[in-house]
């Protein structure tokens, strides 16, 4: 008994100083860049969509986490505290609520390069770990949106999460945020106003 006493301690001062000798704790900030991706939106922001079928749907903004780096890491896991953003929503269609989920979030890179966020909309999830991210391009319905990104099928890994909602696209313009989205029947719903 004496001896298994013994190994658990020196397993425990090996694992102490294990830990005490890792590297230091490296905290990684967002770039302005990465900042474009949660900073358009706050909590009780209302986002009106209207489709050609002058059928609306409302988001609402329901949760904004900013969690910035205090230098604690887990050395066992990894030796970077980063910045992290999350944003939550929740989607009704006239009186009917769909769904609510995550809608943006993004951690700093520790290659101090910009990152690349997750974006979940119904259905359809970016995430790229890559850090590869479409062209941009001015918006086809709106020419004041000229730094959007196009997600779909097929540079979005999930496409059938939150059951089947048919979003086969979705637009994101770097400064306005979610502006459009387009279902399997090609019904596209437009930003028309954020409140």
Known sequence: MTE???????????????????SDC????????DKTWFNNYKVGNKLI?????????????TNKIIKEPKG?????????D???ARIDYK????????VEDYFVQ???NEKLGNSSPVIRLLNLEYSNYNHYLPKTKTSKLNPNWKNVYTFNKDNCPYFNLNGKYGIT??????????????????????????E
Request: proline share 1%; net charge negative.
């Open 91 to 98: 989607i009704k269609k006239d009186t009917f609520n769909i």
């Open 169 to 194: 696209e979705f637009e994101w313009d770097k400064e306005y945020g979610l502006v459009s989205y387009t279902n399997e029947k090609g019904e596209t719903w437009t930003l028309i106003k954020k």
């Open 72 to 80: 604690e890491c887990n050395p066992f896991v990894s030796n970077f």
């Open 49 to 61: 969509f209207k489709s050609q079928l002058d059928d609306f749907d409302t988001i609402f903004i």
């Open 4 to 22: 298994s006493i013994v190994k658990y301690l020196i397993l425990i001062i090996i694992c102490v100083f294990i830990q005490s000798c890792s």
């Open 26 to 33: 490296k905290n990684v900030y967002f770039t302005a860049n």
């Open 106 to 108: 993004i951690s700093a």
């Open 82 to 84: 980063k910045e992290f």
